[in-house]
């Protein structure tokens, strides 16, 4: 059984925007600390943005683009992207874990404890 699952993937134009969304109803205002990752087929995975009761952390690649929030009411984790450029193109990724939090979290990848998301595929075409 999946405990953390993407949706809001697509195609947009460059500039474009689109709102992931991530059901995680196991994990969120739990002990686990929240992020997003993506990746380009060929390449690694790469950490994008962090967030924990509130307080956020993201790479310099889209500061200032992308916001991550959560909602506790509806047990759900959401990253907003705006002004998308082909370099965005990549399987996005909902993770959760027990130890590692924000920029840790982001650099290192989730622990031996942690867990993924599917994925939700974007694409903005060049």
């Known amino acids: 059984q999946a405990h953390l699952v993407e949706t809001g993937g697509g195609s947009v134009q460059s500039g474009g925007s689109l709102r992931l969304s991530c059901d995680a109803s196991k994990y969120l205002y739990s002990r686990y600390c929240m992020g997003w990752f993506r990746q380009v087929p060929g390449k690694e995975r790469e950490g994008v943005a962090a967030?924990?009761?509130?307080?956020?952390y993201y790479v310099d690649s889209v500061k200032g683009r992308f916001t991550n929030s959560e909602d506790n009411v509806k047990k759900t984790l959401y990253l907003e992207m705006n002004n998308l450029s082909p370099e965005d193109t990549a399987m996005y990724y909902c993770?959760?874990?027990?130890?590692?939090?924000?920029?840790?979290?982001?650099?290192?990848?989730?622990?031996?404890?942690?867990?993924w998301g599917q994925g939700t595929l974007v694409i903005v075409p060049s």
């Open positions: 993770v959760a874990d027990p130890g590692r939090c924000l920029r840790e979290l982001v650099i290192l990848s989730p622990g031996p404890d942690g867990d």
């Open positions: 967030i924990d009761r509130g307080t956020t």
